[in-house]
């Protein structure tokens, strides 16, 4: 009984040094999810969930190469049937920390047994960035993508029609980007700016005019009566003269 008490010992001992010295292995604030290279033809599947149809799994990859042949933009997809002690949007957020730190890009990860889909994006990059898409178009087309996909379709037909009607939604975005707007447009544009401007400043002057009228009606104005009296001695509506006499001072005695 103690030799098997003392095995046990032994191989729990090699067993905390293993986990840490695998644990250590690992940079500073990186998880095993992040440490995880990002796959060269876009579409990590570790769990055969493609398996069963392989034509589906080109036909993505090939949809996700050619926008980074395109506009230098890459997607990457992550299947996994469940997690475990992270969810969907978490882990796709921390690959894309790992796997694109330019923000160049978004990473899609979809829990295939659950349905649940995260996508990471980055939201902080430069606005130098040529090929940073702004916040606000970015969820624009997310949500039409995934408003055009619909959710009764099996998990493989599901992920396949949302990445085509994502890398569509960005094909069109890049093209409306290349594509300078027409003169008519520059022209009607300066107009609206211009009559905005001038319906704000008679709007201003309108303004300042009730503020003016209403201070002014407050003040009270006094007149004096009018008096039927002929006018003497320079006052146009007469006047009272009243004389009075002092007598010389008497002497003293």
């Known amino acids: 009984m103690n030799r098997l008490n003392h095995g046990l010992a032994i191989w729990l001992c090699w067993g905390v040094l293993l986990f840490q010295g695998y644990g250590q292995s690992l940079p500073d604030g990186l998880s095993q ?3 995880r290279k990002a796959p060269v033809f876009g579409i990590m599947d570790e769990s055969g969930f493609f398996k069963p149809d392989s034509a589906a799994f080109k036909r993505i990859s090939g949809q ?5 042949q395109d506009h230098g933009y890459k997607i990457y997809l992550m299947v996994e049937p469940v997690l475990i002690a992270t969810t969907a949007p978490e882990m796709a957020a921390e690959l894309r920390q790992a796997w694109l730190p330019g923000g160049n890009g978004l990473v899609i990860v979809f829990e295939s047994d659950s349905r649940r889909l995260g996508v990471g994006r980055d939201l902080t990059a430069p606005l130098e960035n040529p ?4 916040s606000h178009e970015l969820t624009a087309l997310l949500n039409r993508a995934l408003e055009s996909t619909d959710p009764k379709l099996p998990p493989q037909a599901y992920i396949e029609n949302l990445v085509e009607k994502l890398t569509g939604e960005l094909e069109a975005y890049f093209k409306r980007r290349a594509t300078p707007p027409p003169a008519d447009r520059s022209v009607k544009l300066g107009l609206l700016i211009a009559g905005t401007l001038a319906l704000l400043g008679l709007a201003a002057i309108g303004v300042g005019g009730l503020v003016r009228h209403s201070s002014m009606a407050g003040v009270r104005s006094f007149r004096f009566p009018t008096v039927d009296r002929p006018e003497r001695l320079g006052a146009p509506c007469g ?3 009243t004389a009075r006499r002092f007598a010389p001072p008497r002497p003293r005695a």
């Open 33 to 35: 999810n992040a440490a």
């Open 64 to 68: 996700i190469r050619n926008m980074e």
């Open 131 to 134: 090929l940073r898409i702004p």
């Open 239 to 241: 006047a009272n003269v």
